[in-house]
């Protein structure tokens, strides 16, 4: 066998090895960075980093940034949050140096009198999304403004951003709802979609689809490039509010905001492929392929995608409270009580736990204020917002 075949065979041993150990029913994972609400453009909280390195973790540095912070965007070696202003109303942006905890530039004043902003990273551009329905791109590594856009026809904006294939996607309220496509190159609208409500729900994105999920169930696919509508699913009742989708094995896991049971839909039409018992008004899953990882009344437990059979749980204190986020296999959640854990996300078990130094809120999906928080990763780093203060930990 010459060298040429040999290497061939060999190169496809390595594929066929890799394929083995996927997961079954996981889609592309997002390496490296933290871009959205919940780590990727599907929501699914899923995240490969080899320079994070399997727990235990140590703190690298902490800041108190003086009031309520945002999920984490982790991305180009920065740290990005806003917070709501210790002094009077609004929000801040801060960048970060991951390395050092320091500021990279700013903080900027985002100058809008309400308490919510969030944010979004791609294409070279960092989004800040206010609630007056101004968006505005910046450059991560300055600081500088490249466009801002004053989103038409609505005038409350609780729906963080979602960067995908060139577009930042929004939502907004006020008179109905709107689902926005904007350019991320310049901030020109691309088209817009009415919808039954626009609150709370930050567009979850594949290349065929753009998922939002409101009160009742009201969920919704639009293809990405046109806007044109591909399904939408309905109930008879309709409300304020919404809630983030998460896409993920084939389906779409919508949580409602008023009191029915959370379902998953089939992404190609919509239809309701089961549902689920959760308590109240729980957070976003996450997924590692078909392992899908809920809180439940301050309980953490493992739920098959397919089956939705429980096969675990973890306790931990009882008032676990953000959404999980998956970071190499392992989960990552955190506890009103500002306990952080990482398990293991085959059996549950616990590996390492750390005392974060201040309470770890939930993320609340039902108000426009403070800002939306929530768990992130990248850059070698786990980054976890705890009410005031921001920590991050690594190896």
């Not at 008879?236 to 389906?251: I, Y």
């Not at 959640?333 to 500002?338: A, D, E, P």
């Amino acid at each position: 066998m010459n060298l040429r075949r040999t290497i061939a065979v060999v190169f496809s041993a390595a594929l066929s090895a890799v394929a083995l150990v996927t997961p079954v029913g996981a889609q592309p994972v997002q390496t490296g960075a933290t871009t959205t609400y919940q780590i990727n453009a599907r929501h699914d909280g899923s995240l490969v980093d080899t320079a994070v390195g399997a727990p235990p973790l140590s703190q690298k540095w902490s800041r108190d940034l003086g009031g309520n912070i945002s999920y984490p965007i982790v991305a180009g070696g920065r740290v990005f949050v806003t917070a709501t202003s210790p002094d009077e109303r609004g929000t801040v942006l801060h960048a970060i140096d991951a390395a050092t905890g320091e500021n990279a530039w700013g903080p900027v004043d985002l100058g809008d009198s309400s308490w919510w902003s969030a944010l979004a990273y791609g294409g070279g551009r960092l989004y800040a999304q206010k609630y007056d329905g101004v968006l505005t791109a910046f450059n991560p590594v300055t600081g500088a403004k490249i466009w801002t856009v004053a989103l038409p026809g609505q005038y409350s904006f609780t729906s963080p951003p979602t960067f995908a294939g060139g577009v930042v996607y929004t939502g907004g309220a006020g008179s109905g709802g709107t689902l926005y496509a904007v350019n991320a190159a310049d901030g020109t609208v691309l088209w817009t979609q009415p919808v039954a409500n626009g609150d709370s729900s930050s567009p979850a994105v594949t290349a065929n689809g753009v998922y939002v999920s409101y009160a009742c169930e009201q969920t919704y696919a639009f293809d990405p490039k046109s806007g044109n509508p591909v399904w939408h699913h309905e109930t008879d009742c309709s409300g304020g509010g919404g809630r983030t989708p998460v896409l993920a094995d084939g389906g779409v896991w919508v949580r409602d905001d008023a009191g029915m049971t959370p379902s998953v839909l089939n992404a190609s039409d919509g239809q309701v492929r089961g549902t689920y018992e959760v308590s109240g008004r729980p957070p976003a899953p996450a997924f590692d392929g078909r392992q899908g990882y809920f809180v439940d009344d301050g309980v953490l437990q493992e739920r098959h995608s397919r089956t939705l059979a429980t096969r675990w749980k973890f306790e931990g204190d009882g008032q676990i409270s953000t959404a999980p986020i998956v970071v190499n296999g392992y989960v990552y959640v955190g506890s009103r009580t500002g306990r952080l854990w990482a398990l293991n996300g085959a059996t549950g078990q616990s590996v390492w736990t750390t005392d974060v130094g201040a309470p770890i809120k939930g993320p609340d999906e039902h108000n426009a204020s403070p800002p939306l928080t929530g768990l992130g990763a990248g850059g070698g780093l786990v980054v976890v917002p705890a009410t005031h203060l921001l920590v991050a930990y690594g190896q």
